[in-house]
């Protein structure tokens, strides 16, 4: 049957910034290899989540209601051969101008389409500062309950010294969600024109994806 390894936490308090626990390691990789501690079976894994409360709020602090769903299993498929890659350059001209959230073309990047949402004053939850997103841009043709780990690496291009602003992250893409930063970077930091960030009102933004695993078996390489 295998061994189980469980850990857990008395609480850990999820919101828009804190995305995730707070738990770093579940177990050491070495004890996780060990071919006789039975985690590994014909190269599979088996992670699972277990809630056993959850105390919700709202910003408008009005009541959340909590829909019970039953067991839900999905597979995770990781590329074993050669990841898939690629990478997007956005160009604008008239940066200064901006003054509400703008969207990049969209671009396609291992068989999905995807787009960059940017808010150039920031978004609700930023803090003075530029907020940068990565969207699917048609996620209703993911098949249902299924998703993508992706590696995504956002760069705000420095035109002078090549000293970008960079910010990199994994996340599981399903559904409609985007993921980003919404302190991407300090808005003084962005307009000072000794760091290259803007060059007139010109300022690029870049992408690189890399799709690192599908819950979708079809998708895997």
Same mark, same amino acid.
């Given at each position: 049957?295998?061994?189980?390894?469980?850990?857990?936490?008395?609480?850990?308090?999820?919101?828009?910034?804190?995305?995730?626990?707070?738990?770093?390691?579940?177990?050491?990789?070495?004890?996780?290899?060990?071919?006789?501690?039975?985690?590994?079976?014909?190269?599979?894994?088996?992670?699972?989540?277990?809630?056993?409360?959850?105390?919700?709020?709202?910003?408008? +602090?009005? &009541? #959340? @209601?909590? =829909?019970?769903?039953? /067991?839900?299993?999905? $597979?995770?498929?990781?590329?074993?051969?050669? !990841?898939?890659?690629?990478?997007?350059?956005?160009?604008?001209?008239?940066?200064?101008?901006? +003054?509400? &959230? #703008? @969207?990049? =073309?969209?671009?396609? /990047?291992?068989?999905? $389409?995807?787009?960059?949402?940017?808010?150039? !004053?920031?978004?609700?939850?930023?803090?003075?500062?530029?907020?940068?997103?990565?969207?699917?841009?048609? &996620?209703?043709?993911?098949?249902?309950?299924?998703?993508?780990?992706?590696?995504?690496?956002?760069?705000?291009?420095?035109?002078?010294?090549?000293?970008?602003?960079?910010?990199?992250?994994?996340?599981?893409?399903?559904?409609?969600?985007?993921?980003?930063?919404?302190?991407?970077?300090?808005?003084?930091?962005?307009?000072?024109?000794?760091?290259?960030?803007?060059?007139?009102?010109?300022?690029?933004?870049?992408?690189?994806?890399?799709?690192?695993?599908?819950?979708?078996?079809?998708?895997?390489?």
């Amino acid at each position: 049957m295998g061994n189980s390894c469980v850990t857990g936490a008395p609480s850990c308090s999820f919101n828009v910034k804190k995305t995730h626990s707070e738990k770093l390691c579940m177990i050491p990789l070495e004890e996780l290899l060990k071919s006789s501690s039975d985690f590994l079976i014909d190269d599979s894994c088996v992670f699972g989540v277990r809630i056993l409360k959850a105390a919700l709020s709202s910003p408008e +602090k009005k &009541p #959340v @209601v909590v =829909s019970k769903k039953p /067991i839900t299993e999905q $597979k995770l498929f990781l590329q074993k051969k050669e !990841l898939i890659k690629g990478a997007y350059t956005w160009t604008m001209d008239n940066y200064l101008d901006l +003054k509400h &959230p #703008v @969207v990049s =073309s969209a671009f396609e /990047i291992g068989g999905h $389409k995807w787009y960059i949402n940017m808010h150039p !004053l920031g978004d609700q939850y930023s803090t003075k500062s530029l907020s940068l997103y990565l969207h699917l841009h048609d &996620p209703s043709k993911l098949p249902s309950e299924s998703g993508m780990m992706i590696e995504v690496t956002l760069s705000i291009v420095d035109q002078e010294h090549e000293k970008h602003n960079i910010q990199q992250g994994r996340f599981t893409f399903a559904g409609k969600n985007g993921w980003g930063w919404s302190n991407f970077i300090p808005l003084k930091t962005l307009n000072d024109p000794s760091k290259g960030y803007l060059v007139g009102s010109k300022c690029i933004v870049k992408a690189d994806i890399t799709i690192i695993g599908s819950s979708n078996n079809g998708a895997s390489a």
